[in-house]
């Protein structure tokens, strides 16, 4: 009797993984050039224009829809934490504008001829899952038969549209705040070369499957400006597109930024993603690294694949952000630097 054929790593039937897998946002930015000039309809209050975390559409005075959608190749081979992770990541853009979700549809890309049935569906389990942990149900969806295996969800949400949050409402004076520890990119890395511990993959698996859920209470504190998530584009691209937006200098206190407890031992061993060097080559002329080390410079571009909340709230209200953020458990934020008059980001 022959051995049954064990099925391929996830991981290995993707070229890229998680949000890493991402468009470079200079390529990104040059592929959206003829769709910016497009007429909108008024209702539709943010679209592509800001680069922000989703697209919001008002449906009356008081209330809109928020709807986005995320999803990737594989950035783990266990097939239940993928579609956890591909779905947390996917409704943390709800939560980023300050919306809670309602449902979501499921985007589903396999092998179908590469691996079991039952592997695929446990990626869909997964997902489902981490729905059901935000409170909503995976109403249905659409499914291809592709050469790699992608997962994810479209997510819709509602919001007030007096605590909608957008990335480019940040104020001059106001103080960032980081919701989870960077490094999640640099653990991928390591974890594809099968140098990840055990308790270093559960300490990643923990980050990417947490909902960003103090995103509508944080939505509904005064002092909040501005919010968005940080995921492919690392804490330097998604808080460079905070501050262009918002015309001001992001500046980070990178001493203050929480870093995954591996993290720069991973990265100084050599485990750097590809994604890191196409991020700084497309934005890498806005950041300025004030005695910074190469290291520093990738973890600063490092792909956040379900990353963390970052929120630019007047200083009077930090306490307040940071206590909302500990009810829901996130104990690692902490206050990362402030917005400055100036442009780009500076890292010191």
């Known amino acids: 009797m022959t051995d049954p054929v064990k099925p391929p790593r996830l ?31 008024p209702e539709l209050l ?3 224009g800001s680069a922000d975390d989703a697209a919001v559409y008002k449906i009356s005075d008081t209330q809109a829809i928020v709807a986005t959608t995320d999803f990737f190749m594989p950035i783990v081979d266990d097939p239940e934490d ?57 109403a249905g969806g659409h499914t291809i038969d592709s050469v790699e295996p992608i997962y994810g969800l479209v997510a819709i949400g509602l919001v007030d549209l007096a605590q909608m949050k957008q990335n480019d409402q940040a104020q001059e004076g106001d103080v960032l705040i980081l919701g989870k520890p960077l490094g999640v990119g ?21 980050t990417m499957t947490r909902l960003n859920t103090p995103g509508p209470d944080l939505a509904e504190l005064p002092g909040v400006h501005a919010m968005t998530d940080v995921t492919g584009f690392g804490l330097a691209g998604h808080g460079l597109e905070m501050a262009r937006g918002s015309g001001l200098q992001a500046q980070i206190d990178w ?3 929480p870093l995954l407890s591996s993290a720069r031992e991973l990265a100084d061993a050599g485990n750097i993603t590809g994604a890191s060097g196409r991020n700084w080559a ?28 970052l929120v630019s709230c007047a200083p009077e209200a930090v306490d307040e ?28």
Do not use: W
Not at 12 to 37: E, F, N, Q, R, W
Not at 112 to 129: C, D, M, R, S
Not at 290 to 308: F, N, R
């Open 11 to 41: 991981t290995s039937l993707s070229h890229g993984g998680g949000c890493g897998c991402k468009i470079a946002p200079g390529v990104l930015s040059d592929l959206l050039k003829g769709t910016k000039a497009l007429p909108v309809p």
């Open 255 to 257: 001493a203050r930024v």
């Open 46 to 48: 943010v679209g592509i």
């Open 186 to 206: 640099i653990y991928s890395a390591a974890f594809k070369k099968e140098l990840l511990s055990e308790a270093q993959y559960a300490e990643m698996i923990a």
């Open 82 to 138: 993928f579609g956890r992770i591909a779905a947390t990541n996917a409704i943390s853009d709800v939560y980023a504008m300050g919306g809670r979700p309602l449902f979501a549809l499921a985007v589903v890309g396999m092998p179908v001829n590469a691996l079991p049935g039952e592997t695929i569906g446990k990626i869909l389990e997964g997902g489902a899952k981490a729905a059901a942990e935000a409170g909503i149900p995976v």
């Open 282 to 309: 497309s934005y890498g002329a806005q950041v300025t690294l004030d005695g910074l080390s190469d290291l520093d410079c990738a973890l600063v571009c490092d792909p956040q694949t379900s990353g963390g909340l």
């Open 321 to 348: 952000v940071l206590a909302t953020f500990r009810q829901h458990g996130f104990d690692a934020a902490a206050p990362v630097g402030r917005m400055a008059a100036g442009s780009g980001i500076r890292f010191a």
